[in-house]
């Protein structure tokens, strides 16, 4: 895997032999100055290949959100490298990563995190337009909404929607774009147990139907084993 200093220029669709997975090596991540400094993430190696569903376990404080961080170009790592497409986006500029976020990332979090004015259609429509992707290169919002369950709530807002609900349009609105990276933050941590593995065996299925490489950091053991791996993470260091 070669690194290059800018991003590709045309999508790349699921399936192409082209299309590469998440790739972290060596990455260490120090956080706070002095006395105070602490290493959150500690020579961390991670390979997840498209189409793979790993979840990150691990107590409070060992360093899984600093790693969703870094491998979602949100945070600098000291050093290792972080690659897409063979692209050390660790040490792109902030203009390239800014770029990587749009495209080639999507981000699940806890709550849904919908914007409360927009219909759940509305919600995978301004995602396209944030990222700049064409319709053409995404996926058609009311038939991502089929595929999660949701077509019938396609003119729903947020507040109109149910927990599980509101996290389903998450899910949709982090695919619609085509990414090749999805990162996933406790998707289930205010859902009740039916719910939850609801939710986790959706992420399985949309994971290994778009080709992406997942990442979800969870605290719920009762839903890993919709996982295709299941990794732990203690004081920065990752182990399988």
């Known amino acids: 895997m070669s690194a290059h200093s800018t991003l590709p220029e ?6 192409d032999p082209a299309r590469e997975g998440l790739l972290l ?15 959150a993430l500690d020579d961390v190696h991670l390979a997840v290949a498209p189409g793979e569903l ?10 899984k959100s600093s790693l969703l961080a870094v491998a979602g170009a949100l945070t600098t790592p000291d050093s290792g490298r972080v690659l897409l497409h063979g692209v050390d986006v660790a040490r792109a500029s902030a203009r390239e990563k800014t770029r990587h976020r749009r495209e080639k990332i999507g981000f699940v979090f806890q709550s849904g995190n919908l914007i409360p004015a927009l219909t759940s ?9 944030v990222a700049g992707v064409r319709p053409q290169d995404g996926y058609a919002p009311l038939d991502l909404l089929e595929r999660v369950g949701m077509a019938h709530r396609a003119g ?14 998450g899910i949709a609105r982090a ?3 085509r990414p090749a990276v999805l ?6 941590a205010a859902l ?9 065996e959706l992420l399985a299925r949309e994971t290994h139907e778009s080709a992406v490489a997942t990442v979800m950091v969870t605290h719920d053991h009762d839903v890993l084993g919709h996982c295709d791996r299941v990794l732990e993470m203690v004081d920065g260091k990752l182990s399988g």
């Open 156 to 169: 729903h807002r947020p507040h109109q929607l149910s927990g599980g609900e509101r996290q389903r349009i």
């Open 192 to 200: 009740d147990r039916a719910r939850s593995h609801e939710i986790v």
């Open 121 to 129: 259609a509305d919600q995978l429509r301004f995602a396209l337009d």
């Open 175 to 177: 695919l619609v774009t």
């Open 54 to 63: 790993v979840a990150i376990v691990g107590p409070s404080g060992a360093g």
């Open 25 to 39: 090596e060596g990455v260490t991540l120090r956080l706070g100055d002095g006395d105070a400094m602490v290493t």
């Open 10 to 15: 045309q999508p790349v669709r699921p399936g």
């Open 183 to 188: 990162l996933v933050d406790e998707p289930t």
